[in-house]
């Protein structure tokens, strides 16, 4: 695990092209605190940072192949580069480490960017060829690792974050107007897409090349998440224990992120099962607030299993590092766990290098309540007919605030009612409704529907799996593995992430969808497996998801200082502030709970304010 950067300038001179790129990979240090390395060549230059996980003494990056014509750098880890070393040892080619590094640059010199249909992993790496002056760009199937472009009038850069890119001469520092417009609609912004016009990030499961001169030429995606035929709910546990045995190869000790729910128990249970002397107990982290702290049954668990739990008690999030982990995270986020996620990566980074945690299970299997929008039981669909009339009543009674508001999640659902599948699933993750957007910052103009687009374009019959196919695609690289990665890697902690494990995600996305959904029951075969695993409390426990008391922020003052913010942004004229004063309102007498649109907002500005944003 690490951070690269790169860039291609060929009017720059090697010494600007090393000074601007070891700025940037100082800039990215916490990534990968072990090494660093750079190498600059014809115009050219590539770089990283690296986190030593797999055969620590060897593995140095830029790697480089045999004949000295391509160099390489690698963010991320090979799960079955055993498999793939001896595959080519057999075409003849030699070692000289024992890392995944190597043999993913001997797999490129012999298949080429075919390389990437070999491997499962989490990866993003560039490989720049000396002779042709090209740069190739890869990143993983689910865009577990990110990475991210831009291009000045002359130059091409990159890097695992988008904050040093902006540091670079003349990069552009101009908000991009439909990628805000997406924000406001759900929450993130899609791939390529960023926040700021002239960068771009690297979609998932895709390869792009850019030419000795900077040019980045078309996106390539090389895989796609498709169903399987003769998918057996009966091997469920035999895939799943291998996943995460391929997750625990590493040397250094691995841990797990243990809460109260059944994914961590789960990868737990297997882990604690597996034949690897590397597995290293739960990590839990309990909050104050009760509705937010699990470590109860983290530590039920934890005894169950007869593992070592490593456990401390952290206060809340507090309102008052807001700025600093919208300077840490380099972008605006509406995701109310980041702050807690932030915290507990802090704190796990200072005692063990690696931890497994449960992210894309709800995907896969069927585990948000959204999802009850598209395939909703005999007795929900009965109340679509009485939507008209169900809707004012709950419209006019106070929502409270946290994650079971159950009057908040009635009228988004009931809001939907009337759609077809695709869009109801579409309102059921959005942000604003085109309505609010539109009243919220009346000067934007629409954006593409790439949540109902994605839906539409599945290629799966069924109405959970399309849903599924396009939370795949979107959210989950978009919004939820990009929190993992920028919390995770801003404490030096490796995350990994054995549900995506590519082989397993393709046995999962196959399970017939009464294997994930019955009636209002979710993860059904996942809970079956949890049933044979876990304590029963454990498995009867309702989801509860890691989120921080974001509510309670903008109840308690938080809300004045949006105001301020909104106030002396660049990005005020885009906004009508007594709209976005009328919603803090709303949200501090309990009419509405506001939380995600507040904290998009909020940082937002901050996020402009931060990194001299403009119009």
């Given at each position: 695990?690490?951070?690269?950067?790169?860039?291609?300038?060929?009017?720059?001179?090697?010494?600007?092209?090393?000074?601007?790129?070891?700025?940037?990979?100082?800039?990215?240090?916490?990534?990968?605190?072990?090494?660093?390395?750079?190498?600059?060549?014809?115009?050219?230059?590539?770089?990283?940072?690296?986190?030593?996980?797999?055969?620590?003494?060897?593995?140095?990056?830029?790697?480089?192949?045999?004949?000295?014509?391509?160099?390489?750098?690698?963010?991320?880890?090979?799960?079955?580069?055993?498999?793939?070393?001896?595959?080519?040892?057999?075409?003849?080619?030699?070692?000289?480490?024992?890392?995944?590094?190597?043999?993913?640059?001997?797999?490129?010199?012999?298949?080429?960017?075919?390389?990437?249909?070999?491997?499962?992993?989490?990866?993003?790496?560039?490989?720049?060829?000396?002779?042709?002056?090209?740069?190739?760009?890869?990143?993983?199937?689910?865009?577990?690792?990110?990475?991210?472009?831009?291009?000045t009038?002359?130059?091409?850069?990159?890097?695992?974050?988008?904050?040093?890119?902006?540091?670079?001469?003349?990069?552009?520092?101009?908000?991009?107007?439909?990628?805000?417009?997406?924000?406001?609609?759900?929450?993130?912004?899609?791939?390529?897409r960023?926040?700021?016009?002239?960068?771009?990030?690297?979609?998932?499961?895709?390869?792009?090349?850019?030419?000795?001169?900077?040019?980045?030429?078309?996106?390539?995606?090389?895989?796609?998440?498709?169903?399987?035929?003769?998918?057996?709910?009966?091997?469920?546990?035999?895939?799943?224990?291998?996943?995460?045995?391929?997750q625990?190869?590493?040397?250094?000790?691995?841990?797990?992120?243990?809460?109260?729910?059944?994914?961590?128990?789960?990868?737990?249970?297997?882990?604690?099962?597996?034949?690897?002397?590397?597995?290293?107990?739960?990590?839990?982290?309990?909050?104050?607030?009760?509705?937010?702290?699990?470590?109860?049954?983290a530590?039920?668990?934890?005894?169950?299993?007869?593992?070592?739990h490593?456990?401390?008690?952290?206060?809340?999030?507090?309102?008052?590092?807001?700025d600093?982990?919208?300077?840490?995270?380099?972008?605006?986020?509406?995701?109310?766990?980041?702050?807690?996620?932030?915290?507990?990566?802090?704190?796990?980074?200072?005692?063990?290098?690696?931890?497994?945690?449960?992210?894309?299970?709800d995907?896969?299997?069927?585990?948000?309540?959204?999802?009850?929008?598209?395939?909703p039981?005999?007795?929900?669909?009965?109340?679509h007919?009485?939507?008209?009339?169900?809707?004012?009543?709950?419209?006019?009674?106070?929502?409270?605030?946290?994650?079971?508001?159950?009057?908040h999640?009635?009228?988004?659902?009931?809001?939907?009612?009337?759609?077809?599948?695709?869009?109801?699933?579409?309102?059921?993750?959005?942000?604003?409704?085109?309505?609010?957007?539109?009243?919220?910052?009346?000067?934007?103009?629409?954006?593409?529907?790439?949540?109902?687009?994605?839906?539409?374009e599945?290629?799966?019959?069924?109405?959970l799996?399309?849903?599924?196919?396009?939370?795949?695609?979107?959210?989950?690289?978009?919004?939820?593995?990009?929190?993992?990665?920028?919390?995770?890697?801003?404490?030096?902690?490796?995350?990994?992430?054995?549900?995506?494990?590519?082989?397993?995600?393709?046995?999962?996305?196959?399970?017939?969808?009464?294997?994930?959904?019955?009636?209002?029951?979710?993860?059904?075969?996942?809970?079956?497996?949890?049933?044979?695993?876990?304590?029963?409390?454990?498995?009867?426990?309702?989801?509860?998801?890691?989120?921080?008391?974001?509510?309670?922020?903008?109840?308690?003052?938080?809300?004045?200082?949006?105001?301020?913010?909104?106030?002396?942004?660049?990005?005020?004229?885009?906004?009508?502030?007594?709209?976005?004063?009328?919603?803090?309102?709303?949200?501090?007498?309990?009419?509405v709970?506001?939380?995600?649109?507040?904290?998009?907002?909020?940082?937002?500005?901050?996020?402009?304010?931060?990194?001299?944003?403009?119009?």
């Amino acid at each position: 695990m690490c951070g690269i950067a790169g860039i291609v300038a060929p009017d720059w001179g090697a010494e600007r092209i090393e000074t601007n790129l070891r700025a940037m990979l100082g800039a990215i240090a916490h990534r990968g605190p072990d090494h660093e390395g750079v190498h600059v060549v014809n115009g050219a230059g590539i770089g990283m940072r690296r986190l030593s996980i797999i055969d620590l003494a060897g593995g140095l990056q830029p790697m480089f192949s045999p004949d000295g014509r391509q160099a390489m750098v690698f963010n991320g880890e090979i799960y079955n580069y055993r498999e793939l070393r001896d595959e080519l040892r057999a075409l003849g080619h030699e070692f000289s480490t024992q890392s995944d590094s190597e043999v993913l640059l001997r797999g490129y010199s012999q298949w080429g960017s075919d390389v990437v249909d070999r491997l499962n992993g989490m990866f993003a790496f560039a490989v720049h060829d000396r002779e042709s002056g090209a740069l190739l760009l890869a990143r993983d199937h689910f865009g577990i690792k990110p990475l991210y472009t831009i291009r000045t009038s002359d130059s091409f850069a990159f890097c695992s974050e988008p904050g040093p890119l902006l540091s670079l001469p003349g990069a552009p520092r101009t908000l991009d107007r439909e990628a805000l417009a997406e924000f406001l609609a759900y929450k993130y912004v899609a791939a390529p897409r960023t926040f700021v016009a002239g960068m771009e990030k690297l979609p998932a499961a895709s390869l792009v090349e850019v030419d000795r001169n900077g040019r980045l030429g078309a996106y390539r995606r090389f895989w796609s998440l498709r169903s399987k035929e003769n998918a057996d709910v009966e091997h469920l546990e035999e895939h799943f224990n291998d996943a995460v045995s391929r997750q625990l190869v590493s040397d250094v000790p691995v841990g797990v992120f243990l809460s109260g729910g059944i994914d961590s128990g789960l990868l737990a249970w297997a882990a604690s099962r597996a034949e690897s002397s590397v597995f290293d107990g739960g990590y839990t982290v309990g909050f104050e607030e009760r509705d937010f702290d699990e470590s109860g049954l983290a530590a039920q668990t934890a005894e169950h299993l007869g593992i070592r739990h490593i456990l401390t008690r952290l206060d809340s999030p507090d309102a008052a590092m807001l700025d600093t982990w919208v300077a840490r995270y380099q972008e605006p986020f509406a995701n109310v766990s980041v702050p807690a996620n932030f915290l507990i990566s802090e704190w796990a980074g200072k005692n063990v290098r690696v931890v497994l945690n449960g992210s894309g299970a709800d995907e896969l299997f069927a585990g948000y309540d959204r999802y009850l929008a598209v395939n909703p039981p005999a007795s929900l669909r009965a109340l679509h007919g009485l939507a008209p009339l169900l809707r004012p009543v709950f419209d006019m009674l106070p929502a409270g605030q946290g994650k079971r508001s159950l009057v908040h999640r009635a009228r988004r659902y009931l809001a939907g009612c009337s759609l077809s599948p695709c869009a109801r699933h579409a309102n059921s993750v959005a942000l604003f409704t085109r309505a609010e957007a539109r009243q919220i910052a009346p000067e934007l103009s629409g954006c593409r529907d790439f949540v109902l687009d994605a839906c539409r374009e599945s290629t799966h019959s069924g109405r959970l799996e399309s849903a599924i196919w396009a939370d795949v695609n979107t959210m989950l690289p978009d919004d939820y593995l990009t929190l993992v990665d920028r919390t995770s890697m801003a404490a030096s902690l490796e995350v990994r992430v054995p549900f995506l494990d590519v082989e397993f995600a393709e046995y999962a996305f196959s399970l017939p969808a009464e294997c994930k959904m019955r009636a209002w029951e979710k993860k059904v075969a996942l809970r079956d497996l949890a049933e044979r695993a876990l304590p029963q409390q454990i498995v009867q426990q309702p989801k509860m998801g890691f989120e921080s008391p974001v509510g309670s922020w903008f109840s308690g003052g938080l809300g004045k200082k949006l105001l301020e913010k909104a106030t002396a942004s660049t990005f005020a004229p885009l906004f009508d502030h007594n709209a976005i004063r009328a919603l803090v309102q709303s949200h501090e007498q309990g009419r509405v709970d506001a939380s995600k649109q507040l904290l998009a907002l909020y940082t937002l500005f901050a996020w402009g304010e931060e990194y001299g944003i403009g119009l």
